[in-house]
């Protein structure tokens, strides 16, 4: 029966959303954050694992009415005269996805990332069934971004969304501004819960709803009109010992390896103390305190890991049904960091992959930022259909996480380290140039704020690729010259066989 069960829920999170698959979302509060800034963090899984994404730099527009943000599945929604200034991560159009922006940072200071998919029961579907037409993971981050100054802004547009066309999807975001951060779960057509997220405190979730005993009018808590009430009307509520309706239970209530799994292993990594052995029966609560402070690049690092040290982790034990962060389906994955303190626009600084986060390589973007590399930024349209085109960054390296993830000791670990190294330095030195941008701009000088913050991201953006290439086909040589099904040396004057050791690829 447990069996059925997982396998049921697994399903229903792969095949619930028309969008991500097996998404993996993080928040950091800023009292524990190592460099005082907030942060909110997602990896995008999708398949066909060929998926491709790219980076786009959309400008602000300023006095143009009329203008309609649409989705590929009939979501339409007027934007305002007056659009902000943001960078993204779109997929490329020949991957049918439409837009597909993933996460955005814009020049307000404004983080967002959309969305982790979660599951609800079909109970809830019944009550109050999704709308075909409604908002949806392709659209969330355009939206706010071009639309909005802060998270709470978000919350209300998404609210003010729903309460007019529905949700289409079961969906989990997270906002982020200079002074707050919020965490929304959309559950049915117009039923959504919002929760400000304290300053102290840490999340690392997978694909399944968080929140649990909330009231209506709770400090802190927002949420639709009918959000009590409909589940109240329909008989499906359930409460807690406090006699508050327990959201998780009363819209999803089942749990699945596949996804709890991650939950726990985000504790694992950042509150090792407090995770405990796992248990698929084990529902987590959405925060906790972690047991040190958490920088970018340990989220990173998070996103690339693979149960290492446990029962779970495939290259260790051989099994292969485990849901792990560190995975080939992930496309693209992000780390927003949001600081207090600076002018709007240095505000929020992101960090971005194109390819699987195991043995690719996060680069800096600001909403600074006026122009990218062209490999970066390249479409590829849907007329030509999605294709191996080494002119677009993703490819190049998608290719290389290809050769790595055949064998992650012998191929991949030499990569991985050499892009940890450059990751590393570029934390360092975006800090420094955010903070010229930030005397920049409190100076009277944008246009050299953007300059200085447009020639660092291309910077990286050509070391990163440029690095890529190389390790690619240094790689390919590694392989030619160590494909051998004799394992053996043989010693002509002793006349004895000893086994072959093969040194690990290093850049």
Sequence with gaps: MRLFLCLAVLAAVLFASRRARACTGVYVGKKVSR??????????????????????????????PGRVLKGIDGFSWPLPENTYAYVCTPAVSSDGRGRYASSAVNEKGLAVTGTVTAWINPQA?????????????????????????TAREGVELIARVM?????????????????????????????????????????????????????PGEEGFLCSPGLFDMPMRAGIACYD??????????????FSDFANGRTWWGRCAFAPTQAGEYRTDRKFPLLFRPEGKIGPKDVMELFRSRFEGTSYCPEETGRKDWRVLGSESTCTS???????????????????????????????LSALVTELDPAFSRDQSAAEGRHYDPALASVR????CALCEQDRAMYGAGVRALFSRLEEEWIAQA????????IGLNGGDPAGARRLWTEFAQKTEKT?????????????????????????????RTMEQTPRVQKPYEP
């Design 397 to 400: 390296f998608k290719r290389l």
């Design 431 to 438: 800090g420094e140039v955010n903070q010229q941008a930030a």
């Design 241 to 254: 010992d406090r006699g508050r309706m327990d959201l998780f239970r009363t819209y999803a209530g089942s």
């Design 35 to 64: 460099d005082g800034g907030t942060i909110i963090a997602r990896t995008l899984d999708l398949y066909p694992l060929t998926t491709l994404m790219r980076k786009q730099a959309v400008p602000a527009v300023r006095g143009k």
């Design 464 to 492: 990163a690729l440029a690095q890529a290439d190389r390790m690619w086909e240094e790689l390919i040589w590694y392989m030619m010259d160590h494909t051998d099904s004799i394992n053996y040396d043989y010693r002509w």
């Design 334 to 364: 992000h780390v927003l960091c949001v600081y207090e303190g600076l002018p709007e626009e240095a505000s929020a600084v992101g960090w971005f992959s194109l390819a699987n986060a195991e043995h690719s390589v996060y680069l800096p």
């Design 163 to 215: 309460e007019k066309i529905g949700s289409a999807e079961q969906n989990i975001i997270l906002l982020a501004d200079p002074g707050e951060a919020w965490y929304v779960e959309t559950y049915t057509r117009k039923n959504w819960a919002a929760l400000r997220l304290p300053e102290d405190r840490a999340a690392v979730f997978g694909n399944e709803f968080m929140l649990e005993g909330h009231a």
């Design 125 to 149: 579907r019944q009550m109050d069934p999704p709308a075909d037409d409604g908002l949806c993971e392709e659209v969330i981050p355009d939206l706010i971004a071009s639309c909005c100054r």
